[in-house]
C-alpha cells in the first residue's frame, strides 16, 4: 500500500520560508518521478515542481521559479520543497504526488498522492 505523508507547513509572513517534507513508503522510491502540487481555495490544483528518480532533473511552475526548490532523499525515501520569498498568493494547500515514467506536469497523470499539507502566507 502506497502512502505519501506530507508535512511542514504552516502559518508564515511574507518574505518567509518553508520546507515541506514528503515521506513515502510501499513503493520503490528511487522509480518515482515526484511532484508537488498545489491547491487554493475554489481553484484547480496546479503543478508546482517535479523532480525526476536520480534528482538531475527538475522542472518548475513559472510562478515559483527563483522561489522554491524541489530535491530529494531517496536512501530516506522523501521528497523536499523549500520554499522562500512566499507570497500571499502562494496560500494553497500543497500536495506531494508520485508516478513512474515520463516527467509530465499534468496532475492526472500522477498515480499516488499525498493527503496535503496547509501553507498560509499572511501580507
Known amino acids: 500500500q502506497v502512502q505519501l505523508v506530507e508535512s511542514g507547513g504552516g502559518l508564515v509572513q511574507a518574505g518567509g520560508s518553508l520546507t515541506l517534507s514528503c515521506a513515502a513508503s510501499g513503493l520503490t522510491f528511487g522509480r518515482y518521478v515526484m511532484g508537488w502540487f498545489r491547491q487554493a481555495p475554489e481553484k484547480e490544483r496546479m503543478f508546482v515542481a517535479l523532480?525526476?528518480?536520480?534528482?538531475?532533473?527538475?522542472r518548475y511552475a513559472d510562478s515559483v521559479k527563483g522561489r522554491f526548490t524541489i530535491s530529494r532523499d531517496n536512501a530516506k525515501n522523501t521528497v523536499y520543497l523549500q520554499l522562500t520569498s512566499l507570497k500571499p498568493e502562494d496560500t494553497a494547500v500543497y500536495y506531494c504526488a508520485a508516478k513512474q515514467g515520463v516527467y509530465v506536469t499534468l496532475a492526472a497523470a500522477y498515480t499516488n498522492w499525498g493527503q496535503g499539507t496547509q501553507v498560509t502566507v499572511s501580507s
Open positions: 523532480i525526476n528518480p536520480n534528482a538531475d532533473y527538475e
